[in-house]
């Protein structure tokens, strides 16, 4: 069974740096000073890839992914 998993966003790490959104346009937008609002923390199988991209590029380290209730 897979398990679900969602998406973080270190609020006070995060500089505004804008590449979560770029590469995760699906589940990750920007405000109007360029920081990230997560649109939905549910990940889908199919960005699962994608997601962790998005996290290990991230230069303060301040996205993180999460295992939800089985």
Partial sequence: MTRTRT???DRIACTG???C???LPELIAL???GY???KNPTIPNR???HT???VAACPRLALRTD???A
């Fill in 36 to 38: 990230p609002i997560v």
């Fill in 31 to 33: 405000d109007e000073w």
């Fill in 47 to 49: 960005l699962r890839t």
């Fill in 17 to 19: 740096h804008g590449v």
């Fill in 67 to 69: 295992n939800g209730p």
């Fill in 7 to 9: 998406l973080h966003v």
């Fill in 21 to 23: 959104a770029e590469l």
């Fill in 52 to 54: 962790r991209h998005a």
